[in-house]
């Protein structure tokens, strides 16, 4: 069992909680991921690993209320406990050696590409952070990626906070400024990553996605998180998450990532209206 510490509620639909985990916290690096079960009858879900604090012995999740399992968790409190906790697991993301990188996050993305861009300002590369949102209300991190960006561009779809437009167009205008980048971290809604990745596979920069897809095990033997990469089968849980952008079939990973939509909205609802009865 594991203890909620803090909970705070981000948006609308995102929230942040810190969990008594030094096991995990002990070993924790940015691009890992967790796997939990709420209760011992729950589905186990990948929530990406937001922060950690070796000391404290604490692990930072942020996660989108879409589905039945993001409910029943939303519901838990400060003090209450989530009955499984597993990781770290996935690669780590590759930070050595990176001198200017520009990392690029989009929506509840954000949460991942922040202890990225976190890490790679600790080992003192110059850090250019791209954030977008559709409007103000659900923005995150803005702070927090302030702190650890040399240049901040925060982006959204109406131009209600920040700068309107898209975080490629925010992308492209640091590029013709003569900003030259060592890579492009980038992580975010398939859509997004996809035009990223188009945009700098035109300028010749490497770019890094980091891909989310549907899991189950986390260990590579359901199969549930393949993708294509480069023409070859890869497994996000064990061989990722973080891939060459410019290698990731991104229009299977969108059309497979759309297969269980209706189903999660459902389990949402169901969830939901149970909750309200429980309530009642």
Known sequence: ??????????????????????????????????????????????????DYDREAGTIT???????????KLNQLNEGEYIHDFVGPL????????????????????????YPIAKKLHALGAEVHSIVGFRNKDLVILE???AAVSDVMKMMTDDGSHGEKGLVTNALQALIEE?????EVITIGPLVMMKFVCKLTKEHNI?????????????????????????????FACVDGPDFDGHLVDFDEAIE?????????????????????????
Not at 61 to 71: K, L, M, S, Y
Not at 90 to 113: D, M, N, Y
């Open 143 to 145: 702070d927090e990626f």
């Open 178 to 182: 003569g900003n030259v980048y060592d």
């Open 206 to 234: 490497p770019t890094v996605v980091s891909m989310n897809p549907i899991m189950i095990d986390g260990t590579g033997m359901c199969g549930g998180c393949r993708l294509t990469v480069g023409g070859e089968t890869k």
């Open 90 to 113: 996935g690669v780590p993301s590759h930070t050595e050696g990176l001198k200017k990188v520009a990392v690029v996050g989009g929506g509840v993305g954000c949460a991942i590409a």
């Open 1 to 50: 069992m594991y203890k909620i510490l803090r909970k705070k509620v981000l948006n609308p639909t995102v929230t942040l909680m810190d969990v008594e985990a030094p096991l995990i916290a002990k070993k924790a690096e940015p691009g890992q991921f967790i796997i939990l079960r709420v209760d011992e009858a729950g589905e186990r879900i990948p929530l990406t690993i937001a």
């Open 61 to 71: 999740i942020i996660f989108q209320i879409v589905g039945a399992t993001t409910e």
């Open 256 to 280: 497979r990532s759309s297969m269980y939509r209706d189903f999660e909205r459902h389990k949402h609802e169901e969830a939901c209206n149970l909750f309200k009865k429980e309530v009642k």
